[in-house]
Structure formats: structure tokens, C-alpha cells
């Protein structure tokens, strides 16, 4: 019985706001009921989805423990009121985990074997901080497979520095100011905003509140403020917290369809999925890893990063995103990269992070009809990179 790929369109995506770790927004809230938040509020903006149309929940967790764990695809999707009969799973590709959520489950609708996925994933870094309960092989480090630094992800930013020595600490902290006064300007024009669902937060303190905006940024952050912060992975490093992603809550999901499908349904096709690709770097370099995954896809496509109109890479630490643009020749300040600022100011929940890169792609494709291609790439923890291509469904400039 022979099949035939169709083609797979992202329909919509939401997020709670990103809270600050430990004393932050969701310091009492249960990361559980942040993926039930995310996933009513899709099902609450497309009412012409049925609920017994979705074939699958794709949640992906990097330290899958306590309200992290069970299978969280599914327990989420019992706890959101889908019908018993939708499935789900759970997926953990470190800092790639959404990313790969939405490949793996999309893959299964170009297959056929889905119609409707949601798609996403969670991270709750106060509750669970990365690498809880993990026990690595003791042959990693005595039969030298990595160095000892590839397990702590900021010493892999400073060994970035060292294999780029062009990037300064000054040119990563300007790129970090510039993080954040973009995404100060996004929030000040209400891009950001569309796409954030109210959480219900608790504190005993505090009694109940409501999050309703990214809790990380820091507005008015200046060269001047950086240049003294400590370097806290070498002595008289590079890497800050002031030029990194901080350690985060959050939670993401999104609604993807055959394109067909989504048209029967009445249901908008904010972007085409064309192609994506993983690969594998030296683990102690992990953030080269957007590299290798872009090269791969580019080449197999046949197209070139000129041919990029938008870029959503994820800002686990700026050396990391300037290594990617100085790989392909882009200029660290080029409009086409995270035109909305990213995760050096909104903050980086792990796994959660591939789908808001999505989110802000398919709103800035809204806008950008001229605009055909874009891709959303991210580093991975053990040296690994993921890149996603996609297609502006309104794109308007012909074939």
C-alpha cells in the first residue's frame, strides 16, 4: 500500500509567560498544570478543532521527574479534558525537546498516520533543575569520551570563546543589550503579548495572582551593567548571566495539521514545515551545533542562508549565536535574527524553547508576506544542533 508524504502546516501555538526560577512566578504551580494551561487555551482558540480529532500529544520534558514525568504527553492531555481515546508521549531532546516534538510528531502527519498533533513541551528549572537525579556513565570521563566540561553547559560557552576567539565578551554582551532592547520594543508594540495564556499563580506569601507577561527581561540593560558581572565558569571568562539564558519555568504547545486537513477543519496554516535536520558536534562545543543541523538542511534543499528571510535561533548563550553567524558569514546586528529579541531576555525553559522560536516565526511571517523562507534552530545539550525550515504560507513574491 503505497503512501504519499503530504504536506504539514504549524496552526497555532501558545505559551504561558516565562517565569525566573527558584522565588519566581511559578515557584508553587506544578509543571504539570502549566502544559494543561497551554493546551486548553489551543483547543479555546480553535473552536473549529474538534477535540476527537487530535491524534496525538507530543510533550517534551529534559529532566523528566516528579510532575515532569508519567508520560507527560498523556497525563496532560487526561488533565486538559481531551477525550480518552487522544494518545500522548513524552520526548526529551535536552534544549531541543519542543523542537522535536513538533519533528517527530509532524514526520507522523506527512507519513498519514496523523491528521491533528499538538505538539510541545515544558520545563520547570526551580522544581527540577537540569541534570536532577541523572547519574552519567563513569566511562564518559574515564575512558575520555568527553571532557569533563561537556557536562556543565556554561563551560561549553567559554570553550566556544576559546574556538572563536573573535568573539569577545564585549561583542556578547552588545548582542545581549540588543536581545533585550528588542524585546522591550516587541513587548512596548504588542507582538509578544497575542500569544501568551494567563496562568493562575499561588504564593503563600502573596496569596493568588495572575502571570500575564515574561517575567526574565530586564529593560534598560546597558553595556556598562554587564561589564561587571561576574564570570562564574572561569576565572576572568566570557560567559555571564547578563550574556546567557537564565534558568527558567515555562511552557509551550502548538496545533499542527496535513495541510489538507487544516483546510477542511476552517483552520488557519500560519506556516508550511519544508524540512529539518539534526546533528551531532563535539560535546564539549555544543552550541556549534546550529552549524552542522543548518548546513545539512540547506544543502539537502538546495538553497542558501541568503535565501533565509527570517532566523529564530535560540539564545542559549550569545558566543553561541554569534558562532552561528559568523559561521555563515551574517552580521551579529543582520534584521533577519530574532527580530523580537530571544531567550538572553525572555528566558530559556529547556525544553519548551523550540515552539516559542516557532511562534514568533509564524506571527513575523504574518507580517512579512515578502518573506518565503525561515528557519528556527537551536544548540542541544551533548553537543548536538536541530534546525526546522519553514514555508511563509503567505508569502506573496511567486515561485
Excluded at 111 to 137: K, L, S
Excluded at 388 to 397: A, D, I, R
Aim: aromatic content about 6%; proline content about 6%; hydrophobic content about 40%.
Amino acid at each position: 500500500m503505497p503512501r504519499t508524504a503530504r504536506d504539514v502546516v504549524f496552526v497555532d501555538g501558545v505559551r504561558t509567560p516565562f517565569g525566573k526560577s527558584g522565588k519566581g512566578l511559578y515557584a508553587e504551580t506544578r509543571a504539570d498544570d502549566m502544559v494543561v494551561r497551554v493546551i486548553r487555551e489551543l483547543m479555546r482558540r480553535n473552536p473549529d478543532l474538534p477535540p476527537e480529532r487530535i491524534d496525538e500529544v507530543a510533550i517534551a520534558a529534559t529532566t523528566q521527574i516528579g510532575d515532569q514525568g508519567l508520560t507527560i504527553g498523556r497525563t496532560a492531555a487526561i488533565l486538559a479534558g481531551l477525550p480518552r481515546s487522544v494518545p500522548g508521549y513524552a520526548i526529551d531532546r535536552m534544549c531541543a525537546g519542543a523542537l522535536t516534538a513538533v519533528t517527530t510528531s509532524g514526520a507522523g502527519i506527512a507519513f498519514g498516520a496523523y491528521d491533528v498533533v499538538i505538539a510541545g513541551g515544558v520545563e520547570h528549572m526551580g522544581r527540577h533543575p537540569m541534570g536532577e537525579g541523572v547519574d552519567p556513565n563513569p566511562r564518559f570521563l574515564s575512558e575520555k569520551l568527553v571532557d569533563p566540561s561537556a557536562l556543565v553547559m556554561g563551560n561549553t560557552a567559554e570553550n566556544l570563546h576559546d574556538r572563536y576567539p573573535s568573539i569577545t565578551k564585549e561583542r556578547a554582551d552588545a548582542y545581549a543589550v540588543r536581545s533585550q532592547e528588542k524585546v522591550a520594543k516587541a513587548y512596548a508594540d504588542g507582538k509578544i503579548q497575542p500569544d501568551l495564556v494567563e496562568v493562575v499563580v499561588r504564593s503563600l506569601e502573596q496569596g493568588y495572582g495572575l502571570a500575564t507577561k515574561d517575567e526574565p527581561p530586564r529593560p534598560g540593560t546597558t553595556m556598562e551593567s554587564l561589564a561587571g558581572l561576574k564570570t562564574p565558569f572561569r576565572a576572568h571568562g566570557n560567559v555571564t548571566p547578563g550574556n546567557a539564558a537564565g534558568l527558567n519555568d515555562g511552557a509551550t504547545g502548538a496545533i499542527l495539521a496535513a495541510e489538507e486537513v487544516a483546510e477542511e477543519l476552517g483552520l488557519d496554516a500560519k506556516m508550511r514545515l519544508v524540512d529539518f535536520s539534526f546533528a551531532g558536534v563535539e560535546p564539549e562545543v555544543m552550541g556549534v551545533g546550529p552549524v552542522p543541523a543548518t548546513e545539512k538542511l540547506l544543502a539537502r534543499q538546495g538553497i542558501t542562508m541568503d535565501e533565509i528571510g527570517l532566523i529564530e535561533i535560540n539564545e542559549a548563550f550569545a558566543v553561541q549565536v554569534l558562532a552561528f553567524l559568523e559561521h555563515f558569514g551574517i552580521a551579529d546586528d543582520d534584521a533577519r535574527v530574532n527580530p523580537w529579541g530571544g531567550a538572553i531576555a525572555l528566558g530559556h525553559p529547556l525544553a519548551s524553547s523550540g515552539v516559542r522560536l516557532m511562534m514568533q516565526l509564524a506571527r513575523q511571517f504574518a507580517e512579512r508576506p515578502d518573506v518565503r523562507y525561515g528557519i528556527t534552530t537551536m544548540c542541544v545539550g551533548m553537543g548536538m544542533g536541530g534546525t526546522v525550515l519553514w514555508e511563509n504560507t503567505n508569502y506573496e513574491g511567486g515561485k
